[in-house]
T-cell receptor, first 115, second 111 residues
Framework: KAGVTQTPRYLIKTRGQQVTLSCSPI?????VSWYQQTPGQGLQFLFE???????NKGNFPGRFSGRQFSNSRSEMNVSTLELGDSALYLC??????????????FGEGSRLTVL | AQSVTQLGSHVSVSEGALVLLRCNYS??????LFWYVQYPNQGLQLLLK??????LVKGINGFEAEFKKSETSFHLTKPSAHMSDAAEYFC?????????FGAGTRLTVKP
């Protein structure tokens, strides 16, 4: 079974640009969560999508948005990039069927550098 | 609201020594508990999980953790550290759709 796939793995942008990151969950997983990881703030929850609907949202500005498609693939977008958006963005999927214990399966992340 | 506290942002041990990484949680009901490991520039990998079936949980790479309800703890241990154990470790707690991570503990293993 293929794991969670994130693309691109590395990217460099300049301030003011926007970026779109993609995540393909494990087959059969309908929940996709996004996290931002920085040395200073640790792992911070961005949002969770389930069946194309945003189910939970962390405390991030509106520049951070996401969506989920009917095949459960998800994208997140950051507009008007700031230097502080430089981070490792992690996507995680989980199964949601009965009896599932809810562990998250993570991708390898997309490392964004904003110059 | 539930939360997770990892005591010690950095832990250093010698190769062959006991590894003990501490995690305390706060939750109104017994939650699901997890330990994840992260190697540089990679995502998080599940080490083990507690789901109320057994209080002593064995995971991958020789790690285990014990759920102690009276102490609200879920500490991670390994009897003998290996150089390859050097990484960052995260404790996490889930209740319903809410998953919370600790701040992480960076483990260094000295030769």
């Amino acid at each position: 079974k293929a794991g969670v796939t994130q693309t691109p793995r590395y990217l460099i942008k300049t301030r003011g640009q926007q970026v779109t990151l993609s995540c393909s969950p494990i087959s059969g997983h309908r929940s996709v969560s996004w996290y931002q990881q920085t040395p200073g703030q640790g792992l911070q929850f961005l949002f969770e999508y389930f069946s194309e609907t945003q189910r939970n949202k962390g405390n991030f500005p509106g520049r951070f948005s996401g969506r989920q498609f009917s095949n459960s693939r998800s994208e997140m977008n950051v507009s008007t990039l700031e230097l502080g958006d430089s981070a490792l963005y992690l996507c995680a999927s989980r199964g949601t069927s009965g009896g599932n214990t809810g562990e998250l399966f993570f991708g390898e992340g997309s490392r964004l550098t904003v110059l | 609201a539930q939360s997770v506290t990892q005591l010690g942002s950095h832990v250093s041990v010698s190769e062959g020594a006991l590894v003990l990484l501490r995690c305390n949680y706060s939750s109104s009901v017994p939650p699901y508990l997890f330990w994840y490991v992260q190697y540089p520039n990679q995502g998080l990998q599940l080490l083990l999980k507690y789901t109320s079936a057994a209080t002593l949980v064995k995971g991958i790479n020789g790690f285990e953790a014990e759920f102690k309800k009276s102490e609200t703890s879920f500490h991670l241990t390994k009897p003998s550290a290996h150089m390859s154990d050097a990484a960052e470790y995260f404790c996490a707690v889930r209740r319903n759709n809410d998953m919370r991570f600790g701040a992480g503990t960076r483990l260094t293993v000295k030769p």
